[in-house]
């Protein structure tokens, strides 16, 4: 089930690298929420940490809802969907798959959301941004796996990808609130430069029960979900 799942990955990777198109609109749709939002502040106004965390996440759940509508609809366009059903391995090696491409695909697009933060919303790195990169992490986890059971529902028919949207951004609330408390943290504030060690632990903990959590249902219900049974 791995070594299917890797391969995959690579395989997806591959083709959506090699069109580029595709990833090009998620990346420029990041950054363009970002950068429309820097138009609001005034002339050397600084943005609050918690509202500059919010604004990245906004860019990588967008960006990252274009990920898995362009993994899942490969094999739509291609009408090799039964091939990947025929495989001899659990069919949770395809959520696996996708949910490796996706994340790998989100991380590369959050290196340029990051200094986009900084350049555009004028941030500072403050003195907890290790704990911030462990918050983005663990979040990305989880928002892929959720992403990547999802995709497979709301993609195959014309008006259903929006249904990706529309369903995941609900989900995703509470390990939103926690990966914008942990990246607001990573920052520097003029203000209030103290922040409390076990509020950071607390909302560590958060989002790694919402990984084990959305990983968990989406190996369960994916078998449902690909099959449309």
């Given at each position: 089930?791995?070594?299917?799942?890797?391969?995959?990955?690579?395989?997806?990777?591959?083709?959506?690298?090699?069109?580029?198109?595709?990833?090009?609109?998620?990346?420029?749709?990041?950054?363009?929420?970002?950068?429309?939002?820097?138009?609001?502040?005034?002339?050397?106004?600084?943005?609050?940490?918690?509202?500059?965390?919010?604004?990245?996440?906004?860019?990588?759940?967008?960006?990252?809802?274009?990920?898995?509508?362009?993994?899942?609809?490969?094999?739509?366009?291609?009408?090799?969907?039964?091939?990947?059903?025929?495989?001899?391995?659990?069919?949770?090696?395809?959520?696996?798959?996708?949910?490796?491409?996706?994340?790998?695909?989100?991380?590369?697009?959050?290196?340029?959301?990051?200094?986009?933060?900084?350049?555009?919303?004028?941030?500072?790195?403050?003195?907890?941004?290790?704990?911030?990169?462990?918050?983005?992490?663990?979040?990305?986890?989880?928002?892929?796996?959720?992403?990547?059971?999802?995709?497979?529902?709301?993609?195959?028919?014309?008006?259903?990808?929006?249904?990706?949207?529309?369903?995941?951004?609900?989900?995703?609330?509470?390990?939103?609130?926690?990966?914008?408390?942990?990246?607001?943290?990573?920052?520097?504030?003029?203000?209030?430069?103290?922040?409390?060690?076990?509020?950071i632990f607390q909302w560590l903990g958060i989002a790694l029960a919402f990984d084990c959590?959305?990983?968990?249902?989406?190996?369960?219900?994916?078998?449902?979900?690909?099959?449309?049974?």
């Amino acid at each position: 089930m791995i070594k299917t799942a890797f391969l995959l990955a690579r395989k997806d990777l591959i083709i959506i690298l090699g069109r580029s198109a595709g990833l090009c609109q998620a990346l420029l749709l990041g950054l363009l929420l970002i950068f429309l939002f820097s138009l609001s502040l005034q002339v050397g106004e600084m943005l609050s940490p918690h509202s500059a965390a919010t604004m990245f996440w906004l860019a990588s759940i967008f960006c990252q809802v274009l990920i898995f509508q362009m993994l899942y609809a490969l094999e739509e366009q291609n009408g090799a969907k039964a091939g990947l059903q025929l495989l001899p391995c659990p069919v949770q090696a395809i959520w696996l798959g996708k949910f490796l491409a996706g994340i790998l695909l989100l991380f590369a697009s959050q290196l340029l959301f990051i200094p986009a933060v900084f350049v555009f919303l004028s941030q500072h790195l403050g003195a907890y941004f290790l704990y911030s990169l462990l918050g983005i992490f663990l979040t990305d986890i989880g928002i892929c796996a959720c992403g990547s059971l999802l995709g497979a529902l709301c993609v195959g028919q014309s008006g259903k990808e929006s249904l990706l949207s529309i369903i995941l951004f609900p989900l995703l609330i509470p390990l939103l609130l926690s990966a914008i408390s942990l990246s607001s943290i990573g920052l520097l504030d003029l203000q209030n430069s103290f922040v409390d060690t076990a509020q950071i632990f607390q909302w560590l903990g958060i989002a790694l029960a919402f990984d084990c959590i959305f990983s968990a249902v989406s190996l369960i219900l994916f078998p449902y979900l690909y099959h449309g049974e």
